[in-house]
């Protein structure tokens, strides 16, 4: 296939390029970069006049859960959905079935990813830290890192011991791969199922309280300054206090990282009145404070990542009593929307700060090499209109769960199209 | 007269002539319930479920003796022996409950939320017979109504709910319906048993019932369940009793006539002493009178105006 980009506004933070620029691109390969380029007839041109063209999106914290549980997901609908939401690469966490522990776990989903969808998403597979993610005993993580693991995460269960978590820490930075915790002190949040607060107690609902998540990232930052060459990274952070300890360690200059989640930056607890489970999520939706508060740390840098927490359930799981449903919505295919809705709109972000947080801080934070947007580079680019309004319809969504609680939003910005691996996907 | 909503689901939100509809409703057919022939036809030809996920004797016993005054066809299941404890879901029983041409269904359900789930999934009319630790609004009408009753008015009435706020739904429909008709309300209970930001909600916080004793008109007094100790929210039983157990000793406190009240059943000489509950202050058996007609009350202004 041979395209000729013209008039997008490329927006690079790999090599600080941000300016109009066309592209000729041969074959999934970058031909040429200019202005006022031309080609001939054979090549599709793609106006891209109003539109961004940025490295390639990653999401690194998306739940696929194939192995043994395709009935929420697989690896081709999630990257479907992956790169329809403008994504070329997704991190998957390993709460599957078999567990995501073993080098021959990690090796499947690496090799089915590059089966499905033309391989247009790179799938890199987070493993657990521990076997089982039982939260007893190491994995191998020396194995797995050689089968293509980028980071290690018990997601879904925090680790609650603080001997393995020292144990893990100290592991893994042997191989220069994170620890990414869910952080959340399970003693605390025991039996919960929205923030505790003001609208738990008229709810009536067992609340799980931000203690639960500052505690466990406290006590995770003691660790790390005990072992300072670890390398720890706080996966979907939801209260204010713990972004205010990520915060203060950084600038101790721990090697320490975080992510948010589009929802929790977006919506807070009241949401909840509605009894809808698609607002259950875990951590939970928080105070509108502690929106606030998120908001300010993606600022000023103290969150490096947006990830959206993908975790596909379907109806028949989540239509159930408040309290007995699953935790967790999608967000592949919302992302950018609500990104650019909530934080560009509001100027809490440039668009240039967006890319950096979707694109080019994963990657740093994971050891993948960047991606670089030169001549004779291979084509790893995301294309996304900024201003376009659209209308979430989760029938409209190529994940195979349609738990969101987006449905019917009016979102800015979408994803247009993208490229990896020699292939091009467009939207209509 | 009309509701504004076709269900009964919390008095969170209800407004106060709603409140005073089914309070002032229910004083006709109290009246009812003293005639020699205590069946009126207002609901003949309707049929309602009354669908109990979770034991009840006394709530359940009401409702069906409200439904048969009003003339309507009931039918009751509780989970026990019912096709829920095989695995179908809320959803499903509801559905094919309603497959039946059921006009009404009140439900009574473990988790907070479920008559709302229902009240989403179903065309009939949905009462709340409790939902988790969220509403109890029958109840809560009932106790407001014997207040009424009692003190002739709630307005500027200082209510005090005593003892395990955070897993009641009594507490919080009489709160929320309380607040909204005027009454002052406190809660008085172990600091680990008072939900979070529950100031917010326009209550006042004791912890000692001496503090508030001297304050009150009416104290509505709550089970306490022994599961609560179990997981590690106050020592023992004995230490209850003595700190927020009520007390003959402790009413001497009183600087006015207080009425007391409970939503049962009680846990004489845990939660309230065997003496106080049988005394002239209490009005717990009227209470449960009471609760037949507030429920004639609610069924019949949801059954008819449709």
Redesign the interface.
């Known amino acids: 296939m041979k395209l000729l980009l013209k008039g997008g506004r490329l927006i690079d933070p790999v090599s600080g390029k941000d300016e109009s620029l066309d592209m000729i691109i041969i074959e999934g390969r970058i031909e040429k970069i200019g202005t006022s380029l031309s080609a001939d007839k054979s090549f599709q041109e793609i106006n891209l006049t109003g539109k961004i063209v940025s490295p390639g999106l990653i999401d690194m914290h998306v739940h696929l859960r194939e192995p043994g549980f395709e009935h929420k997901e697989t690896i081709e609908t999630g990257c479907a959905a992956a790169a329809a939401g403008g994504f070329t690469a997704v991190c998957c966490m390993p709460n599957t079935n078999p567990v995501i522990d073993d080098e021959s776990v990690a090796r499947y989903v690496r090799e089915k990813a590059k089966s499905v969808c033309d391989g247009i998403v790179d799938v890199y597979p987070i493993a657990a830290a521990t076997k089982g993610r039982q939260g007893a005993q190491l994995s191998p993580m020396a194995e797995l890192v050689g089968a293509g693991a980028v980071g290690f995460s018990d997601d879904g269960s925090p680790i609650m011991s603080a001997e393995i978590m020292r144990r893990a820490l100290e592991y893994s930075s042997m191989y220069g791969v994170p620890v990414i915790q869910h952080a959340e002190d399970s003693t605390l949040s025991h039996g919960g199922s929205m923030n ?3 609208v ?8 799980i ?1 931000t203690i639960a998540e500052v505690l466990m990232v406290e006590r995770d930052l003691t660790l790390l300054r005990y072992i300072p060459k670890a390398r720890y990274h706080v996966a979907h952070v939801s209260a204010a206090r713990a972004v205010d300890c990520v915060r203060r360690a950084k600038e101790e200059g721990l090697h320490v990282t975080c992510e948010v989640t589009p929802h929790h930056f977006t919506l807070t607890d009241e949401v909840v009145e509605s ?1 809808d489970t698609n607002t259950k999520m875990n951590p939970p939706l928080r105070t509108r404070d502690d929106v606030q508060a998120l908001k300010e740390a993606l600022r000023d840098g103290t969150i490096d990542v947006i990830a959206t927490d993908h975790a596909p359930h379907t109806i ?1 799981e989540k ?6 449903a699953p935790f967790g919505i999608v967000g592949l295919e919302t992302a950018v929307g609500l990104s650019v809705a909530e934080l560009v709109e509001q100027n809490i972000l440039t668009l240039y700060q967006l890319i950096e947080k979707l694109s080019t801080n994963p990657r740093t934070i994971l050891s993948l090499a960047p991606i670089k947007i030169a001549e004779g580079e291979p084509a790893n680019l995301s294309l996304l209109d900024p201003h376009v309004e659209w209308t979430v319809d989760v029938q409209s969504f190529r994940s195979k769960s349609k738990n969101s609680p987006f449905h019917g939003r009016v979102l800015k910005g979408r994803a247009i199209g993208v490229m990896n691996n020699g292939n091009v996907r467009l939207s209509d | 007269m009309k509701l504004q909503s076709r269900h009964l689901l919390g008095l ?1 939100g209800m407004s106060k002539e709603d409140i005073q509809l089914i309070l002032d409703t229910a004083v006709s057919f109290k009246e009812v319930l003293d005639r020699p022939i205590k069946k009126v036809p207002p609901l003949q030809g309707k049929t309602i479920a009354n669908m109990f996920f979770e034991s009840s004797t006394r709530t359940r016993l009401s409702f069906e003796l409200a439904e048969r005054r009003l003339s309507a066809d009931v039918v009751s299941f509780t989970t026990a022996g019912s096709s829920v404890s095989k695995g179908e ?3 499903d029983t509801a559905r094919n409950i309603e497959a039946m041409k059921v006009d009404m269904v009140v439900i009574r ?1 473990s ?4 008559a ?2 229902l009240s989403r ?1 179903v065309q009939a009319n949905v009462l709340n017979a409790g ?5 109890h609004p029958t109840q809560a009408l009932l106790d407001m109504f014997t207040l009424r009753e009692k003190r002739g008015s709630l307005e500027g009435l200082h209510v005090c709910i005593v003892g395990d706020v955070t897993h009641s ?1 009594v507490a ?1 429909s009489n709160i929320f319906g309380l607040i909204t008709m005027g009454a002052k309300v406190s809660v008085c209970g172990p600091a680990t048993l008072i ?4 100031e ?2 326009g209550v006042s916080v004791y912890h000692r019932l001496e503090d508030v004793l001297p304050k009150v008109d009416v104290l509505n007094v709550l089970r306490i369940q022994l599961e609560r100790q179990e997981r590690g929210l106050f020592p023992s039983l004995r230490e209850y009793h003595r700190y927020f157990g009520v007390t003959k000793e402790k009413m001497a406190l009183a600087t006015k006539p207080v009425t007391i009240m409970h939503p049962g059943p009680i846990n004489r000489d845990v939660e309230i002493s065997a003496d106080l509950a049988d005394s002239e202050h209490s009005v717990i058996l009227q209470q449960v009178t009471n609760g037949v007609a507030i429920r004639m009350a609610a069924l019949y202004l949801l059954g008819t105006t449709n």
Do not use: M, N, Q
């Open positions: 505790e607060g003001y738990s107690t008229r709810l009536g609902i067992l609340g309280p009894y028949d239509e159930v009593e408040y309290t007995s | 969170d879901t809320l959803k359900h988790a907070a939320g479920a709302h789930f999934v939902d988790g630790s969220h509403e739904r919080r939900p979070r930001d529950v917010k909600l």
